[in-house]
């Protein structure tokens, strides 16, 4: 198979973004370090638990529309989609990003276009075009880099990826442009443009948004608690108000991203530090959860 778009990361998004793109008749060849994901995948089964997900992904692999391998092959499209967590002092580790953009480096010809769509720091996209023009300076302004991060929700991917509106940035108008017509060919939500650097920003404002939302109620239940007043009768009172909308309690911020992405938003920008630091309201959570739970076994 000669891919058309070939996917570095085959993870919670990586997968089924492949799987999707080759649902769609296009050759796409899914990148991961970790062989056994591979020989999985090959055979038309998956790693995951993702609802949708294991008959596109044997349609695909049947059809030959899709295989994975450990090794990256020449394409037109390249989507980066690994991991990037942060390390014990909560700065962003981009290494992933850096390796599997150095991987596909090499591969690179001229009008091809370049995706990060990994959660990123402000400025990544950048800074992964400086290594590329570094090592291959031929390429300056003769390629197309963009970022497009995901937004959807787990249990409800396959759905989201195609109907969910995204947000295109690229380090120039023409890299928008390009990223665009690609996903127009697999997105039934708007698609809108911007530059990459607000297309970062947007992803972590996202989830640094819903992070204070789902602390604001959680502290509110402790207050409550303290002044027995019912919590949920409060809200939902609260909530009839036209332009208030109080999220419901619970024990803390978990997922993929809401937990995470609030300290990329803080790297470099440490003023933000006490907006989005989970640490003093997560240890109310665990403290009010524990205590719940004592209550009602003595019960």
Same mark, same amino acid.
């Given at each position: ?13 990586? *997968?089924?973004?492949?799987?999707? #793109? !080759?649902?769609?008749?296009?050759? =796409? /060849?899914?990148?991961? %370090?970790?062989?056994?994901? $591979? ?99 031929? *390429?300056?302004?003769?390629?197309? #880099? !963009?970022?497009?991060?995901?937004? =959807? /929700?787990?249990?409800? %991917?396959?759905?989201?990826? $195609? ?112 907006? =989005? ?23």
């Amino acid at each position: 198979m000669n891919p058309e778009v070939v996917t570095v990361g085959l993870g919670y998004i990586g *997968l089924p973004t492949s799987a999707l #793109i !080759a649902s769609h008749g296009t050759n =796409v /060849l899914g990148v991961d %370090v970790n062989k056994k994901v $591979v020989d999985t995948i090959n055979k038309g089964s998956i790693h995951i638990v993702e609802p949708d997900l294991e008959d596109i992904v044997f349609k695909a692999v049947k059809k030959g529309n899709l295989i994975a391998s450990t090794n990256a092959s020449p394409a037109n499209v390249y989507l980066i989609v690994v991991p990037t967590p942060f390390k014990e002092n909560h700065e962003p580790d981009i290494s992933y990003i850096e390796a599997a953009t150095k991987g596909i480096i090499p591969l690179l010809k001229k009008r091809d276009l370049y995706i990060i769509e990994s959660t990123s720091p402000i400025g990544t996209t950048e800074k992964m075009m400086k290594l590329i023009y570094t090592s291959r300076p031929e *390429l300056k302004n003769e390629i197309f #880099i !963009a970022y497009c991060p995901e937004r =959807v /929700l787990p249990g409800n %991917v396959m759905h989201e990826l $195609v109907e969910n509106d995204r947000v295109i940035g690229g380090v120039d108008k023409a890299s928008t442009k390009k990223a665009i017509s690609f996903y127009s060919k697999y997105v039934k939500g708007e698609l809108h443009a911007t530059n990459a650097r607000t297309a970062e920003m947007c992803k972590l404002v996202e989830n640094s948004s819903r992070d204070v939302q789902i602390a604001f109620a959680n502290e509110l239940s402790l207050i409550c608690d303290k002044a027995t007043i019912n919590v949920w009768e409060l809200i939902r009172l609260a909530n009839k108000h036209p332009r208030v909308n109080i999220l419901k309690p619970g024990c803390g911020v978990g997922g993929h991203c809401i937990a995470v992405d609030p300290w990329f938003l803080v790297n470099g920008n440490e003023e933000l530090t006490k907006v =989005v630091d989970d640490n003093s309201h997560l240890e109310g959570y665990r403290k009010r959860c524990k205590e719940e739970l004592i209550k009602r076994k003595e019960l």
